[in-house]
């Protein structure tokens, strides 16, 4: 049967043929194009964010508050138990497990998170996935007056595959909801929420709120906040039109899906986008990570992923703020005020991630990504000079101080902001939930590499560990430059295809079947 040169569009139970969209002008005005089609789409956004990125943000930054009273609380429960005291060592070691169980967790997540999308959909997953976190909630909560500090460790790993699975599944859920000339603004949603969740956790940590010793057990259980609200607000809204199409075949269901996000008479563009998916598939299951490992036709959009997500942990961001505190003491802030000028930090992630929303859809990926890794590392020689000379001159410690949240800024706008927008675009529908259970996995598998050792490059190296972070952001930024096209209001079928020639180089029998095949499949 020859493919329908028409898209469908269904009005009630009647299903009519009408001429091909590009028959239509795509563009009536930049501010027609620029705003979002309807609020449904963006409190999908918040309601899928809330659960998802946010949990990340929030956990990964409230266990710093109490990191002293957990260290009591381990002491006292250690002598009532076993009526001797902890040994340092061994209570090193176990602050060390609760801090870095949370990471193994984040692993686990990553490598169940595409699964789960796959087989309960976006929306279903990320629901399920907010009784992992109600669970790990309570047993936190109900450590410290039962007396075992081994719920914590287990609350922490549980609370880690929350995250893990939220950072997966939400911004495939984003990419695949949002029209293709905004859908880098709506996928830096997922970079919002997390650095929101930072921010939030740096100020419920606070000595006025919940950072008072009596009060870290709730801090820690305050993570159930979040989602309750998913599991509250989610549910009103629809799964992902390209899941409901393309890995379902439900179409009736995809058409009301687009018209709630898109408006009734707006959709149709988006329709027939994901039908031309659709038909380019043929009836492609879904894939699993290690087939994408074998497919030739993805290898240049996997080592991408690859670089970016080691990228991404291993920039050097983490040693910002290992020095923040220092620098801060340098320039002569007292300690006591020194957690409310890290919130400073905090709010300079949050308001860059906002800003590359803003900026995304009109400057570009690929210009936003590797500004910001080339800006890292003028930053990276900035601070190596200002620290090697900290003590030389009274105005150094601002230098420091202005490079660090130049370097954070830089980061927020390229690499901390981008990576997981490419990674949704980088691949069709079959493809897209393996990578990111890639991405997910090399993400955390680089977090918890970054957290063992760095502390050892601290002690070597010193301040000249940046020239260390130097070299790996000026790599990353080679490579992309070379390798990553822009992908800016280009559909998934056409980004696939900017990769052909790096996929199979020079073979033209291989080359000529591929397009022969892209033919057949109506691209």
Same mark, same amino acid.
């Given at each position: ?117 796959? +087989? ?148 149709? +563009? ?189 002690? +070597? ?63």
């Amino acid at each position: 049967m020859e493919r329908r040169q028409f898209t469908k569009f269904c009005q009630g139970d009647r299903i009519r043929p009408v001429p091909r969209m590009e028959s239509r002008p795509l563009l009536r005005g930049c501010s027609a194009r620029s705003r979002l089609p309807s609020w449904t789409l963006f409190l999908a956004v918040c309601a899928v964010g809330i659960g998802g990125t946010f949990q990340y943000g929030y956990n990964v930054s409230i266990i710093n508050a109490p990191t002293q009273h957990i260290h009591r609380f381990l002491n006292e429960t250690w002598t009532n138990r076993y009526h001797k005291t902890l040994n340092p060592d061994l209570l090193t070691f176990l602050w060390s497990v609760i801090a870095s169980v949370f990471s193994l967790g984040g692993l686990c997540g990553a490598l169940i998170g595409g699964s789960m999308a796959i +087989r309960l959909g976006r929306k279903g997953a990320l629901l399920m996935n907010n009784i992992i976190a109600i669970l790990a909630s309570i047993l936190m909560g109900i450590s410290f007056p039962t007396g075992l500090f081994e719920l914590v460790i287990v609350g922490r790993f549980l609370i880690g595959i929350n995250s893990g699975v939220g950072i997966c599944v939400q911004p495939l859920y984003l990419g695949e909801v949002a029209p293709k000339h905004l859908r880098g603004g709506m996928a830096m949603g997922s970079s919002i929420f997390l650095t929101g969740g930072i921010l939030m956790g740096q100020i419920i940590g606070l000595r006025e709120l919940l950072g008072e010793e009596m009060y870290w057990p709730l801090l820690l259980s305050s993570s159930c906040l979040p989602a309750f609200a998913q599991l509250l607000f989610l549910p009103w809204f629809p799964e992902s039109p390209r899941y409901l199409l393309i890995d379902r075949g439900d179409e009736l269901s995809c058409v009301k899906a687009l018209k709630r996000f898109h408006g009734s008479s707006e959709y149709g +563009r988006e329709m027939e986008d994901i039908q031309q998916e659709s038909f380019a598939l043929d009836g492609e299951k879904a894939k699993k990570p290690w087939q994408l490992f074998t497919d030739r036709a993805v290898r240049w959009q996997l080592i991408t992923v690859i670089v970016m997500t080691m990228g991404q942990q291993l920039s050097g961001i983490n040693a910002i703020y290992f020095y923040a505190t220092y620098i801060f003491e340098q320039a002569g802030i007292s300690a006591e005020q020194i957690p409310y000028v890290t919130l400073g930090t905090g709010a300079c992630e949050c308001l860059t991630a906002l800003t590359c929303g803003l900026l995304i859809d009109y400057v570009g990926r690929r210009y936003l990504i590797i500004g910001g890794y080339l800006l890292m590392t003028l930053w990276s020689v900035v601070l190596t000079f200002s620290l090697t000379y900290q003590e030389l001159y009274p105005w150094v410690p601002y230098v420091s101080m202005t490079s660090i949240f130049a370097f954070i800024l830089s980061f927020g706008l390229g690499p901390g902001g981008i990576t997981n927008t490419l990674i949704a675009e980088l691949f069709i529908q079959s493809s897209r939930p393996a990578a990111y259970m890639i991405g997910g996995t090399i993400s955390w598998v680089s977090f918890f590499t970054i957290g063992m050792l760095f502390p050892f490059i601290v002690n +070597r190296l010193k301040q000249y560990c940046f020239l260390v972070f130097l070299l790996e952001c000026s790599s990353v930024a080679a490579f992309l430059f070379f390798v990553i096209p822009e992908t800016k209001n280009k559909s998934f079928l056409a980004i696939k295809k900017e990769f052909q020639k790096l996929n199979f180089g020079r073979n033209k029998k291989e080359t000529e079947l591929y397009e022969r095949r892209q033919l057949h499949d109506g691209f």
